[in-house]
T-cell receptor, first 111, second 115 residues
Framework: NAGVTQTPKFRILKIGQSMTLQCAQD?????MYWYRQDPGMGLKLIYY???????DKGEVPNGYNVSRSTTEDFPLRLELAAPSQTSVYFC??????????FGQGTRLTVV | DQQVKQNSPSLSVQEGRISILNCDYT??????FLWYKKYPAEGPTFLIS?????DKNEDGRFTVFLNKSAKHLSLHIVPSQPGDSAVYFC??????????????FGKGTLLTVNP
């Protein structure tokens, strides 16, 4: 039972490069989320999805895009990486209830 | 506009003693609260939760207390163990338009339990 799987675990990007952070869950959860965590800060919601084909912005969506073509996958796209996007990114999912299950995180550095 | 506040960035306690982590909230619409625990280089993991219809929920060494009138909750760990050393986040679902399940987090409290 893998739960929520994120890839890659680490990545270094140059300013202006693009990348996709992958997230997959095997719990058949309808709700999926992307959070970022900066040092000394809590987790801030970037985007979320309430089901396949439905996504919406969270608190800090600028510079990111998402898609949800299947129940299992919720990739996060960075189009033009900036140093302000250096952070740890967490994907999460939840089913019938607010308890969210988190992946192990992706540590991204933009230089 | 910080709707969930953890005002203590860190807490240090001796093994065997009680750890008390505090959380305040401003949104009266919150009716459910969760505590997550996070070790370095890992994702947050669910620890314990409480509904606003209760004022206490206990699970082994962990107890969460809710004071609705003060908009305050606390997590008690008794007895504290070195393996409890982690960052603890308080969270509440809702806090804005859209899905009622999306969680709003506090900034976290780093708990260190000394042997």
């Amino acid at each position: 039972n893998a739960g929520v799987t994120q890839t890659p675990k680490f990545r270094i990007l140059k300013i202006g490069q693009s990348m996709t952070l992958q997230c997959a869950q095997d719990m058949n959860h309808n709700y999926m989320y992307w959070y970022r965590q900066d040092p000394g800060m809590g987790l801030k919601l970037i985007y979320y999805s309430v089901g396949a084909g439905i996504t919406d912005k969270g608190e800090v969506p600028n510079g990111y895009n998402v898609s949800r073509s299947t129940t299992e996958d919720f990739p996060l796209r960075l189009e033009l990486a900036a140093p302000s996007q250096t952070s740890v990114y967490f994907c999460a999912s939840s089913g019938q209830g607010p308890r969210a299950f988190f992946g192990q995180g992706t540590r991204l550095t933009v230089v | 506009d910080q709707q969930v506040k953890q005002n203590s960035p860190s807490l240090s306690v001796q093994e065997g003693r009680i750890s008390i982590l505090n959380c305040d909230y401003t949104n009266s619409m919150f009716d459910y609260f969760l505590w997550y625990k996070k070790y370095p280089a890992e994702g947050p993991t669910f620890l314990i939760s409480i509904s606003s219809i209760k004022d206490k929920n206990e699970d082994g060494r962990f107890t969460v207390f809710l004071n609705k009138s003060a908009k305050h909750l606390s997590l008690h760990i008794v007895p504290s163990q070195p393996g409890d050393s982690a960052v603890y986040f308080c969270a509440a679902p809702g806090g804005g338009a859209g899905s009622n399940y999306k969680l709003t987090f506090g900034k976290g409290t780093l708990l260190t339990v000394n042997p």
